[in-house]
């Protein structure tokens, strides 16, 4: 990983995805890393949406 998106990354956030993944295994993170998308949150877009929709409800104290 460029010494420049190092800098950029602790001053600024900014990071693309393969430099934050090897970052990670250096780090001694390969273990999460191979973790991050092996359970699926949501089976489908609709399921996704309607959790969306949801979460936006204002919801109603009786």
Known sequence: MPLGSVARF???????LK??????MA???TSEIRHIFSQPKYSTME???Q???NA???KIIP
């Open 51 to 53: 959790i969306r929709r």
């Open 27 to 29: 780090l001694g993170y």
């Open 10 to 16: 602790e001053q600024k956030g900014l990071v693309s």
């Open 56 to 58: 936006n409800k204002k």
């Open 19 to 24: 430099n934050l993944i090897e970052l990670a």
């Open 47 to 49: 399921e996704l949406t």
